[in-house]
T-cell receptor
Framework: EAQVTQNPRYLITVTGKKLTVTCSQNMNHEYMSWYRQDPGLGLRQIYYSMNVEVTDKGDVPEGYKVSRKEKRNFPLILESPSPNQTSLYFC??????????????FGQGTRLTVV | GENVEQHPSTLSVQEGDSAVIKCTYSDSASNYFPWYKQELGKRPQLIIDIRSNVGEKKDQRIAVTLNKTAKHFSLHITETQPEDSAVYFCAASRTGTASKLTFGTGTRLQVTL
């Protein structure tokens, strides 16, 4: 079954304690990205990656890091989480959009609370 | 960069009525416009998309229209049912490498009995 898998689904942590949210896809997609979803703000892109070892900032990258060492995995790293990073996070993957545009497949989401 | 505005933020309709959600975009080079539905506690999932070479696309009770000149596109749901209750997101992107999906802020649709 084609899917994007994120872990954990729920996470409560304290300010300053490093954490990693994992994301894995089995569709051999080149393009992966992270979004955060906040009420009234929709889905905002944090970082994206076009392929292995190729990553770039999205609209709200401050306080986040990513890596893409393998095509299937795209972890999101919060080196020193702060309360304003409390949010619902989604990983997504899609084929590199050619001439037709392509569907984004989302993971199940990770609800992060930073206290 | 692209900016997508979506209205209304909330919409309540009676079962069987129609619902319309509207989005405008700013980047005239955008040519791919998907709509995603997010049920409570679930992930967003694609329900319909349209590309700039067509003005309208229909799939059973849902349809999307696109006006490239005015840079706006709309989602139409007819004969609404309780299971249509969800948050709907529009998005816009260019095609080609490094194209990013820019999402609207979402519309919470409530279908009442």
């Amino acid at each position: 079954e084609a899917q994007v898998t994120q872990n954990p689904r729920y996470l409560i942590t304290v300010t300053g304690k490093k954490l990693t949210v994992t994301c894995s896809q089995n569709m051999n997609h080149e393009y992966m990205s992270w979004y955060r979803q906040d009420p009234g703000l929709g889905l905002r892109q944090i970082y994206y990656s076009m392929n292995v070892e190729v990553t770039d900032k999205g609209d709200v990258p401050e306080g986040y890091k990513v890596s893409r060492k393998e095509k299937r995995n795209f972890p999101l790293i919060l080196e020193s989480p702060s309360p304003n990073q409390t949010s619902l996070y989604f990983c997504a993957s899609r084929e590199i959009p050619g001439q037709r545009g392509t569907e984004a497949f989302f993971g199940q989401g990770t609800r992060l609370t930073v206290v | 960069g692209e900016n997508v505005e979506q209205h209304p933020s909330t919409l309540s309709v009676q079962e069987g009525d129609s619902a319309v959600i509207k989005c405008t975009y700013s980047d005239s080079a955008s040519n791919y416009f998907p709509w995603y539905k997010q049920e409570l506690g679930k992930r967003p999932q694609l329900i319909i998309d349209i590309r700039s070479n067509v003005g309208e696309k229909k799939d059973q009770r849902i349809a999307v229209t696109l006006n490239k000149t005015a840079k706006h596109f709309s989602l139409h749901i007819t004969e609404t049912q309780p299971e249509d209750s969800a948050v709907y997101f529009c998005a816009a992107s260019r095609t080609g490498t490094a194209s990013k999906l820019t999402f609207g802020t979402g519309t919470r649709l409530q279908v009442t009995l």
